[in-house]
């Protein structure tokens, strides 16, 4: 039975990211997954922030689909932001298959071990961990979950995300079209929203929406009824996928980490609970991950303390604003707001972007004088006296 220091179950970006952080510092890893080569179900748009943490290698996955603008509906309205400016890449859409392989080629180079077998067992015993793969049985010191919103790491050391802090994604790639532009339709029923992004030779289309107000075939019907309207040509094929979306309780009681565990990424709930992006996320906490346990003082209090420093921060802003966000009349004083001020433009493109923290939201709306969109978003706050 083979000894590590740490063993990564999951091998997407949140696990290949932790795996190569930790072996090119010398510790001894080993990656789990599977599924590789897979292309995960989602609409893989990538921020400007979370390609910067990856750094140049990832260029060339990005050749394909440079995003130049996006446009935003809300019933019969429809109005186009531009994303191109400042000099620099603010969002590219990149292929799961092709971005989730080549980070886990980084963490093969950097020295860990790479098992890929499914993870059917994870036991705490003596000074670390058992874990059983359907290619044997290996022993860790530690052991760090990143094996998506359903991990079973989570439910082994933790509990499993419940129905109402889950959302699902469902929709279908249209192989044989594709654009410069991503789509975004504001929905109302059930409160979420569609997405068109463009790969190099296919759209993924779909709807994403709470799990507990919706279900799979709901979302897949409003996909087909817009690529029906919107889209000439092409094949469909359907996917659905489960997306975490916590909300504010689930955040502030959560227990990312523990003696000798850690849980990054999806299993560990850290996804936008707006946008539904994870990738920056998920690389961050993979890096916040590494550190705590390669500093060696108390490495599961670490991690948690600096999640709640940082990424935690963020997704409460989120997560307290997000039902305001989804209900019509702020989606409908959103619409009108992007129509006749480039101020709210600047926003939006920056948020798609992930570059408006959501804790400067508020600041920076006061400034562009929408009043009305201000208050409908956070509602009435006293001025602080200085």
């Known amino acids: 039975m083979s000894a590590f220091d740490v063993a990564v179950v999951g091998g997407g970006p949140a696990g290949s990211w932790a795996?190569?952080?930790?072996?090119?510092?010398?510790?001894?890893?080993?990656?789990?997954?599977?599924?590789?080569?897979?292309?995960?179900?989602?609409?893989?748009?990538?921020?400007?922030?979370?390609?910067?943490?990856?750094?140049?290698?990832?260029?060339?996955?990005?050749?394909?689909v440079p995003i130049e603008s996006a446009s935003f509906a809300?019933?019969?309205?429809?109005?186009?932001?531009?994303?191109?400016?400042?000099?620099?890449?603010?969002?590219?859409?990149?292929s799961r298959r092709l971005l989730d392989a080549q980070i886990l080629?980084?963490?093969?180079?950097?020295?860990?071990?790479?098992?890929?077998?499914?993870?059917?067992?994870?036991?705490?015993?003596?000074?670390?961990?058992?874990i059983a793969t359907r290619a044997g049985e290996l022993e860790a010191k530690w052991v760090i979950g990143a094996d998506g919103p359903g991990s079973l790491v989570r439910r082994r050391v933790s509990s499993p995300l419940a129905?109402?802090?889950?959302?699902?994604?469902?929709?279908?790639?249209?192989?044989?079209?594709?654009?410069?532009?991503?789509?975004?339709?504001?929905?109302?029923?059930?409160?979420?929203?569609?997405?068109?992004?463009?790969?190099?030779?296919?759209?993924?289309?779909?709807?994403?929406?709470?799990?507990?107000?919706?279900?799979?075939?709901?979302?897949?019907?409003?996909?087909?009824?817009?690529?029906?309207?919107?889209?000439?040509?092409?094949?469909?094929?359907?996917?659905?996928?489960?997306?975490?979306?916590?909300?504010?309780?689930?955040?502030?009681?959560?227990?990312p980490s523990g003696k000798g565990w850690m849980l990054i990424g999806d299993a560990a709930g850290l996804v936008d609970p707006i946008t539904r992006e994870g990738i920056f996320f998920a690389l961050t906490s993979a890096e916040l991950a590494a550190t705590s346990f390669l500093e060696g003082r108390d490495p599961a209090r670490a991690y948690a303390e600096r999640l709640r420093d940082t990424i935690y921060v963020e997704l409460l802003f989120a997560s307290r604003i997000k039902a305001r966000f989804f209900q019509p009349r702020f989606m409908s004083l959103l619409i009108s707001a992007l129509q006749r001020s480039p101020r709210i433009r600047d926003i939006m493109s920056d948020l798609v972007a992930g570059e408006q923290p959501y804790h400067t939201l508020r600041a920076r709306l006061l400034q562009t004088l929408e009043w009305r969109l201000m208050l409908e978003l956070f509602g009435f706050v006293a001025p602080r006296r200085l």
């Open 19 to 64: 795996a190569a952080k930790l072996a090119a510092a010398g510790a001894r890893v080993v990656l789990i997954d599977g599924s590789h080569p897979r292309e995960k179900p989602c609409g893989g748009g990538i921020t400007g922030r979370a390609l910067a943490l990856l750094g140049s290698s990832v260029e060339r996955l990005v050749e394909g």
């Open 74 to 94: 809300h019933r019969e309205r429809i109005v186009t932001v531009p994303l191109e400016h400042g000099g620099g890449l603010r969002l590219a859409v990149i």
């Open 105 to 130: 080629d980084r963490a093969e180079s950097a020295g860990a071990a790479i098992v890929r077998a499914r993870v059917t067992g994870v036991v705490a015993g003596g000074t670390g961990w058992q």
């Open 163 to 255: 129905r109402e802090d889950l959302s699902i994604a469902a929709g279908y790639y249209v192989h044989g079209v594709s654009s410069r532009q991503i789509a975004i339709r504001l929905e109302e029923d059930p409160p979420g929203y569609l997405w068109a992004f463009p790969r190099p030779d296919h759209l993924a289309v779909g709807v994403c929406a709470q799990a507990d107000l919706s279900g799979p075939s709901q979302l897949l019907a409003a996909s087909a009824r817009w690529i029906d309207s919107q889209v000439t040509g092409g094949t469909r094929e359907r996917y659905s996928w489960p997306i975490p979306s916590l909300g504010p309780v689930t955040l502030e009681q959560q227990q």
